[in-house]
């Protein structure tokens, strides 16, 4: 069965500092694209960032310079350093992976995680 953990959300100040982990039991993780979304009260979900089996990045405008992805395949790990949070960063934080598939792409989602930047 395929697993997603996320930790590390919870209440930061704005201009602070959280570091999100996502703790994969996933067969074959090194092969899986890995990433970040949000979703905000009353908005789409959005991409974060995401990494790429070869450790190739890419971030939203909203949050380059700001936060980090980064994965450890020894440990199934991905994590999303971010900094310089902003209230607007406000959301559910939502663990992917996805893995190419003869027919149909593999598509894994964790339960979420409240990230809440405020005063």
């Known amino acids: 069965q395929v697993q997603l953990v996320e930790s590390g959300g919870g209440l930061a100040q704005p201009g602070g500092s959280l570091r999100l982990s996502c703790a994969a039991s996933?067969?074959?993780?090194?092969?899986?694209?890995m990433g970040w979304y949000r979703q905000a009260p009353g908005k789409q979900r959005e991409l974060v960032a995401h990494i790429t089996s070869g450790a190739i990045t890419n971030y939203a405008d909203s949050v380059k310079g700001r936060f980090t992805i980064s994965r450890d395949n020894a440990k199934n790990t991905v994590y999303l350093q971010m900094n310089s949070l902003k209230p607007d960063d406000t959301a559910v934080y939502y663990c992917?992976?996805?893995?190419?598939?003869?027919?149909?792409?593999?598509?894994?989602w964790g339960q979420g995680t409240q990230v809440t930047v405020s005063s």
């Open positions: 996933l067969s074959g993780f090194s092969f899986y694209r």
């Open positions: 992917n992976a996805r893995r190419p598939a003869a027919i149909s792409e593999y598509n894994y």
